[in-house]
């Protein structure tokens, strides 16, 4: 059966949730993009901070993760292999920006606002958690954000940025340590 035909075969709502392994065979990149867009950009959107910014970046992602289908291995986690063009391509554009993260003097300089509410605390609190991330190099950043937010275990998060599981540990004992460090 050819890919047209197998698509063809399927309801689109069949083929949207069906394994990664089907939607490859069946080359239907638009599902496989419709299924992951979300968690991509969501990876970007935090890296980057910038919804803008991120939805190019996420639609970089594709675009590249299309055109290099055919390096794509079977045995391999598609997510996984986006994950790690996302970060890649994110890494890049942040060097070609040369991008640094606020200077802390003038952030401090910035006027805060008393919050009384127990939720606009926990706001705050959360926002200066994020800031905090947004703070740390990239590579511990982006291990933070995919364990994290991505929930993703480390042989996971070492598949992706093809590192050890060893290096991923000590990469978030890092990243801790620092955001303690900076939140206390």
Do not use: C
């Not at 890296?47 to 996420?58: G, Q, T, V, Y």
């Not at 905090?132 to 995919?146: G, M, N, Q, S, W």
């Amino acid at each position: 059966m050819t890919p047209d035909a197998a698509r063809s075969t399927l309801p689109m709502e069949l083929l949207a949730d069906a394994p990664d392994e089907v939607l490859l065979r069946a080359g239907d990149a638009a599902a496989l993009a419709r299924k992951y867009y979300g968690p991509v950009f969501g990876l970007v959107r935090r890296l980057l901070r910038n919804p803008a910014d991120a939805r190019d970046a996420a639609q970089e992602t594709f675009v590249r993760a299309i055109a290099h289908l055919k390096d794509f291995q079977p045995g391999r986690s598609f997510r996984n292999w986006l994950f790690a063009i996302a970060a890649n391509h994110v890494r890049d554009l942040l060097r070609r920006r040369k991008q640094l993260p606020l200077d802390p003097a003038t952030e401090e300089s910035l006027p805060e606002l008393s919050l009384p509410d127990a939720r606009l605390l926990r706001d705050e609190n959360r926002e200066r958690l994020l800031a905090a991330v947004d703070r740390l190099p990239f590579d511990l950043k982006v291990a933070v954000t995919l364990h994290f937010q991505h929930d993703l275990s480390y042989p996971e998060i070492g598949q992706i940025l093809g590192i050890s599981v060893n290096a991923i540990r000590i990469r978030l004992f890092r990243a801790l340590a620092a955001l303690r460090k900076e939140l206390s």
